[in-house]
């Protein structure tokens, strides 16, 4: 939090006054003002009342047993089931800054904002913020050190992240080895169709899971397809990664004019109900997401 101004106004008493008082408590130096996201975390104090601003830094803050010092969270922080006890703050990269503001938190955290005014609004606020990067497997280990350092858990968060590191070393060995990668097309979203690039993390999941994603061609993280470019494409396995409100998303996509004659189709390869907080967030959880996309092509191999 920051550090209280001191009045020009003053007087010399009053300073003196406030100085003997400080010497009484025990203080033997002014406190320093609360740093900015650049400066080193080990410089502030450990945070009592954190808000997270996404979902997977808040998996990652209840992994590392920092789960209690959160006060607030986004509507899409569903995980652990603990989480959903927590006020939310807004949706996830939309927080509301007056419900921000009424949280008092120590500190915010954030992978993303959709409005880039809301961090500069934060600063106006004097809110303490930390904006992490976690868009890739391998991003996952060093953010969950630095959430570790920020929260007062340091020990639980490298325990974590060396397991981490070893899991996907060995994962990245396996599927280094394969001779051949089944071809994957992820169905993101159906009306429109939309799919992951090569930049996407779901993507680089696939990897290490021994699989090729067709959408590795294109330089994006998401993007819209079209039906005959997935029928061009002619994946061995489709995945849908979202939820049909009635008839299951496999069976609707079998029924597509045209669509039969991929091979995913042909061979029943088609699959659904997926938990999308395995394989589309990029959190503690990384390597049961690899072991289920892993076990998914290995059940379909020739």
Known sequence: ??????????????????????????????????????????????????????????????????????????????????????????SFGRPSLEVLASMNPDLVLDVDLADKQAAKKMTEMHLRREHLRCQDPEEIPATLRKLGALTGHVR???????????????????AAAKRRKPSIYLEIWNDPLWTGGNKSFVSRLIGYAGGRNIGDAVEKEYFEVSPEWVIRENPEIIACMYMANETPAADNLKKR??????????????????????????????????????????????
């Open 1 to 90: 939090m920051p550090a209280r101004l001191i009045s020009n106004r003053l007087t010399p008493l009053f300073i003196l006054l406030a100085l003997c008082l400080q010497a009484l408590a025990g203080c033997s130096r002014q406190p320093a003002p609360a740093p900015a996201a650049s400066e080193s975390p080990a410089a502030a104090e450990t945070p009592k009342r954190i808000v997270s601003l996404a979902p997977s830094l808040t998996e990652m803050l209840y992994a590392i047993g920092a789960g209690p010092q959160l006060v607030g969270r986004t509507s899409a922080c569903d995980w652990p089931v603990e989480a959903k006890k927590v006020p939310v703050v807004g």
């Open 156 to 174: 639980q968060a490298d325990s974590l992240a060396s397991v981490i590191e070893k899991g996907l070393a060995e994962y990245r060995k396996e």
């Open 257 to 302: 004019p045209g669509w039969q004659g991929i091979s995913a189709v042909q061979r029943n390869r088609v699959y659904d109900k997926f938990d999308n907080r395995l394989y589309l967030r990029p959190g503690p959880r990384i390597l049961e997401g690899i072991a289920g996309m892993k076990k998914l092509i290995e059940s379909n191999a020739e």
